[in-house]
Structures are given as structure tokens and as C-alpha cells.
Nanobody, 121 residues
């Protein structure tokens, strides 16, 4: 059994900052990548940023220059520093990991429960 637990969401004013954290635990035999998705109200879930075990980082264009993904995949941990937040960043943010759980021949996707980020004055 694998669990991803997020923390750090909340209410913030436009221009403010928040830091999300995610820790994976359980039957993990290696992680290829960890990242963050978000689902705004009434919209589909979208990729925000991810980092690979090789150290590469990628961002959706709308957050480049404002959000930074970091962490230590070897320690099953990823963070998302969000600066200069805008009302359009309001969403439920989900942690995602592509990992080997020992039950499937290939990698599997796991999701956290989600954490609400609301940007409003």
C-alpha cells in the first residue's frame, strides 16, 4: 500500500505565497518522478510541475517564474513553492508520483488526497 500525503494549502491574498509539501510512504521500490497537478473549480485536472529522479524539472507555462518545484525523490518528498499567486491559481492541488510498488511489472501512478488553495482578497 502506497500513500501520498499533502499539506500546506490554504487561503492567501493575491500576490502572496504558499508552500505545498508531499510525502510518499508505503511499499515503494523506486520513484521515477513526483509532481503536482491542480483542478480549478469546474475544470479538468492539469499538470502544474514535475521533477524526475534524474533532477529535471518542468512547469506549465502559466506558472513559470512564479512556482518552484523541489524536493528529494530519494526521500520520497516533493515541495511546491508558489509565489505571486493569482486568483486563477485557485484549485485543489494534488501530489502525484510515478513509482514501482512491487505489485505491477511497470510503474504505477499514485495520487494524494488533494489540498485546497484559494487566492482571494
Amino acid at each position: 500500500q502506497v500513500q501520498l500525503v499533502e499539506s500546506g494549502g490554504g487561503l492567501v491574498q493575491p500576490g502572496g505565497s504558499l508552500r505545498l509539501s508531499c510525502v510518499a510512504s508505503g511499499s515503494i521500490f523506486g520513484i521515477n518522478a513526483m509532481g503536482w497537478y491542480r483542478q480549478p473549480p469546474g475544470k479538468h485536472r492539469e499538470l502544474v510541475a514535475f521533477m524526475t529522479s534524474g533532477g529535471s524539472r518542468n512547469y506549465v507555462d502559466s506558472v513559470k517564474g512564479r512556482f518552484t518545484i523541489s524536493g528529494d525523490i530519494a526521500k520520497n518528498t516533493v515541495y511546491l513553492q508558489m509565489n505571486s499567486l493569482k486568483p486563477g491559481d485557485t484549485a485543489i492541488y494534488y501530489c502525484n508520483a510515478m513509482l514501482y510498488d512491487g505489485r505491477s511489472p511497470g510503474e504505477s501512478h499514485y495520487w494524494g488526497q488533494g489540498t485546497q488553495v484559494t487566492v482571494s482578497s
